[in-house]
């Protein structure tokens, strides 16, 4: 660990993880000295969420290479299992926390089922084809929510498609109801909570980019052919990153569920996968501590901008165009580079 | 007989995805980019038209020219604006730019526009001698409606126009030496900016007539209308082979036909889930689309 810890790599994890220890402490210093606004306390949640999905897309995306366009699809069925898990334990399990722990680690581990057999099809494909394919599943998997009704009743679990024919005990309890999704959710999802998850994550990339496995995978991201052809198994390492990542958004979705009172599978369609890839390319590909800024930030965001009422969205999207064209504008970029430390100036990477 | 009129219906609303998908199948050729705001110029060509023949109360075939223009014009301004400083910047920057664009259209079509959902008027209703409205043709149990009369023919047209320019008007042979291979053209002299622009202009105006054909068929009209159909064109462009033009016809109509018959003889709310399961089924039997180029890798 020491040594890893030495690394270039290992620094920039160090850098991050006192950036985001630092801005728990602070948050929760805020939080009681009673001067935080309620805005930001209701975001605070939504946040570790959203950081915690744009880690896990920068798994597909930064480290593996693979743009991924359903990424929602994976928070959506976290959300929607971790939460009917979070209903059935309401009985048996008092504690608030020990139901959420449970809630996130169901939804990361249906999560990363379905991502292993999305990826057998999908990560035989490559570029924009993979791409288009993933945004297929996302609509998949946001129709199949749609139409499925779940109930509970003292014989077990009750499932149907389409139709709400359940045949329950009349003591029965209907827990998902097809386009109506979950509602009268106990909203137990803490901050806490939601930074450990961040914490957790971040252990997990570190810990997968610096093993054998994550050089393999970044080997595959920067020459296929080549890693190939000195015998790396393709598929074996880009399902790893994948399910991983799928899991991870797994678990984002329950935490992200489980703080509202209700849930619908339109909540994660097509526009909160496109929401997260822009976090991600934001902050900068393969840069975990530039996807939690871009997260938090882009959360915050159109919040801070309520002042301009109905322009706000507009205002958000003229931001996201101008730091796009200035990210890229080759003059700027050469100015910059003059300034980074450890560097002749001047020189682009 | 319902058979005959699911794919008639299908075939018509293929035809619509056809003409969106081929917006997007050019510009991808050339640009070599996901333009992902193309489903919201569909929405400002609809909502253009809808203010010129209801507002202006000009006639519905003017009001289609009107939004026509308007749309070429937006579709070459975005591309000058947004697009063209990021010609050699990494493709991921270029779709989130797209996506940027895409939220700007939305909203400032909600400010302009306000979210309330328009009824779009219906051009296609002739009044006959008994004084009724007919909407369509009967023939016999089949009923076809002028809307999807006009809609299959329109795309016929556009098809057969598009296909002759491309293949033989000098801005179409400039429009491939482009896709192929951008610095060689630019060695032959091709203005590689102009083709580019116009291939925007292109692509957007016939947007603005898939809007109007749309709307026609679905008349509620609101500032995120574009974003459905512009998904589905997306997946029948890669469905047909990106790139390719006769690949965008052919995965249009497909796409159009698979939706009809999923809703008619599966399920209607889980039509998008057939419809998108047989994308995937299609790309892993031909991971490079029905008519798309096999593109060999060197080593």
Not at chain 1, 203 to 231: P, T
Not at chain 1, 329 to 343: C, D, L, Y
Request: hydrophobic share 55%; proline share 4%; charged share 10%.
């Amino acid at each position: 660990m020491k040594r890893m810890l030495s690394t270039k790599s290992g620094k920039q994890f160090l850098i991050t993880f006192c950036a985001v220890v630092a801005a728990f402490v602070v948050m929760q210093a805020i939080a009681m000295a009673g001067a935080m606004s309620s805005m930001l306390k209701g975001q605070l949640v939504p946040i570790c969420a959203y950081v915690v999905m744009a880690l896990s897309l920068n798994l597909t995306v930064g480290i593996l290479g693979e743009l991924s366009l359903g990424h929602a699809g994976f928070m959506s069925v976290g959300a929607f299992l971790g939460t009917t898990t979070a209903v059935a334990l309401q009985g048996a399990v008092p504690s608030p926390t020990l139901r959420l722990l449970c809630a996130l680690v169901v939804g990361a581990v249906f999560a990363g089922v379905v991502g292993f057999l999305v990826g057998i099809p999908v990560l035989r494909l490559n570029g924009d084809y993979l791409a288009i394919v993933t945004l297929a599943f996302g609509e998949i998997i946001k129709s199949i929510f749609n139409n499925l009704y779940l109930g509970l009743d003292s014989h077990g679990f009750h499932l149907s498609l389409l139709d709400n024919k359940l045949h329950m005990e009349p003591d029965g309890k209907l827990i998902i109801g097809g386009p109506m999704g979950i509602g009268g959710i106990q909203k137990i999802a803490s901050f806490p909570v939601g930074f450990a998850l961040i914490v957790v994550c971040l252990v997990i990339i570190f810990n997968l980019v610096n093993s054998r496995a994550g050089r393999a995978i970044m080997a595959l991201r920067d020459n296929r052919i080549a890693a190939e052809s000195v015998g790396i198994p393709i598929t074996k390492y880009k399902m790893m990153a994948f399910v991983t990542s799928a899991a991870m958004a797994g678990a984002a979705g329950a935490l992200f569920a489980l703080n509202f009172s209700t849930i619908v599978a339109n909540k994660f369609d097509f526009n909160t996968s496109i929401l997260v890839l822009v976090f991600v390319v934001l902050g900068g590909l393969g840069n975990m501590l530039g996807s939690i800024v871009a997260a938090a930030a882009l959360t915050i965001l159109p919040e801070a901008l309520r002042q301009f009422a109905s322009y706000r969205m507009l205002v958000y999207a003229i931001v996201l165009i101008l730091v796009m064209l200035v990210r890229n504008n080759p003059a700027i970029q050469s100015f910059f580079s003059r300034f980074r430390f450890g560097k002749k100036g001047g020189v682009q990477e | 007989m319902s058979f005959l009129n699911s794919l008639i219906s299908g075939i018509s609303l293929g035809s619509i995805y056809a003409i969106i998908a081929l917006g997007y199948t050019m510009v991808y050729g050339i640009a070599k980019m996901l333009n992902f705001a193309h489903g919201d110029v569909i929405m400002v060509g609809a909502y253009i038209c809808f203010f010129a023949v209801s507002r202006f109360s000009l006639p519905p075939l003017l009001g289609v020219l009107v939004a026509v223009v308007v749309c070429t014009i937006l579709g070459m301004t975005i591309e000058k604006l947004a697009y063209a400083p990021l010609r050699s910047a990494p493709s991921l920057a270029v779709l989130i730019t797209a996506i940027g664009v895409s939220y700007f259209l939305q909203n400032a079509a909600l400010l302009l526009w306000s979210p309330n959902p328009k009824v779009f008027p219906d051009f296609f209703k002739s009044v006959g001698r008994d004084g009724e409205a007919h909407t369509g043709l009967a023939l016999g149990p089949l009923r076809i409606s002028y809307v999807t009369l006009v809609t299959i023919l329109v795309c016929l047209a556009i098809m057969a126009a598009l296909t002759f320019f491309i293949n033989n008007g000098k801005l179409g042979k400039a429009m491939r030496a482009c896709s192929e291979d951008k610095d060689a053209a630019r060695l032959m002299g091709i203005n590689v900016n102009t083709t580019i622009s116009a291939t925007f202009a292109i692509g957007s105006g016939l947007a603005a007539i898939a809007g109007v054909l749309y709307m026609s068929a679905y008349p509620t009209l609101v500032p995120t209308t574009g974003s459905m159909p512009g998904i589905k064109a997306f997946t029948a462009a890669v469905f047909g082979g990106i790139g390719s033009i006769p690949g965008a016809f052919l995965g249009g109509l497909l796409l159009g036909v698979i939706e009809i018959f999923a809703k008619a003889y599966i399920s209607t709310q889980l039509s998008d889930a057939v419809v998108f399961a047989v994308l995937i089924v299609v790309l892993l039997v031909k991971p490079s689309g029905l008519l798309g180029k096999v593109i060999r890798e060197k080593v």
